[in-house]
């Protein structure tokens, strides 16, 4: 963090950055992050506080900055939703928000929001305490069972799903696939596997495809089992976070945790 603080400060020597402006907290929402990426916040927040017409830079513009270079597109806060879907979506985020908390070795929900980004309805961002060399398998499958909370809320609450879990899947199965290929973390063994490509090589014999396949899908199975046992307990705490969501849009983790 204090090595992050040191680049912002460099990017921000000649920019008139808001009084309320703390790098440090800049500096704590963007873990593992590197000098580019650092660089590209700073611009990206000067660039919202041009197109504000502020002369100097705030932290809201800092946090839109954070949350495009962390997610990707822009906020659209003036796009029109139907209710129904409002009302899906903020019973996603309140699954995915619900499920991580109530998972060990899951990162601490910092915020969750049902204002539509780019190209996802709403997310929820969670953020490692700490900076950190090692990924342990506990956080591993901790992020894929945070993952399907979304996915299993829809199941749950809207008795229907929806395409709005087509990213989480994505990212849960490119985890489960590490797993399994890259880390030697599943029953299917130790050896590493270059390349998912792999799969469809035809020094992979069918025997050993079968094995992978079926240790990516056991995980992938399992984190989903969790995330659904987690929500049909707390489906009181996921309903109290999904009506404030679609009352106030915005939810900090001090109001989570209030919440739940
Ligand atoms: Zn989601």
Redesign the pocket.
């Known amino acids: 963090m204090k090595g992050r603080v040191s680049i912002l400060e460099v990017h921000v020597k000649d920019r008139r950055l808001a009084e309320d402006v703390n790098l440090m907290d800049v500096a704590k929402f963007t873990p593992g992050l590197v000098g580019a990426d650092l660089a590209n916040i700073v611009n990206e927040a000067a660039i919202m506080a041009v197109r504000g017409s502020r002369d100097v830079i705030s932290t809201l513009d800092f946090q839109e900055a954070i949350e495009k270079s962390l997610i990707g597109g822009v906020q659209l806060k003036n796009r029109v939703i139907s209710e129904d879907e409002r009302r899906t979506i903020a019973y996603?985020?309140a699954g995915?928000a619900v499920v991580m908390h109530a998972t060990p070795h899951s990162d601490p929900v910092y915020k969750i929001t049902i204002i539509p980004r780019g190209q996802s309805g709403g997310?929820?961002m969670a953020l490692p305490e700490q900076d950190s060399i090692l990924m342990f398998r506990n956080q591993i499958m901790a992020r894929i069972i945070g993952?399907m909370g979304?996915r299993v809320a829809e199941e749950l609450f809207c008795h229907d799903i929806t395409s709005?879990?087509s990213?989480?899947l994505q990212v849960a199965t490119q985890l489960a696939e590490d797993m399994v290929m890259r880390l030697g973390m599943s029953v299917s063994g130790l050896r590493v596997f270059r390349r998912p490509e792999a799969f469809a090589a035809l020094h992979t014999g069918q025997k050993t495809f079968e094995t992978l396949d079926k240790a990516i899908n056991e995980i992938l199975n399992e984190c989903y089992e969790d995330a659904k046992r987690i929500i049909s307990e707390k489906r009181d705490a996921v309903e109290r976070v999904t009506q404030a969501l679609l009352q106030q849009e915005t939810l900090t983790r001090e109001e989570f945790i209030a919440l739940i």
Do not use: K, S
Request: charged content about 20%.
């Open positions: 996603h985020e995915h997310f929820t993952l979304g709005g879990a990213n989480d």
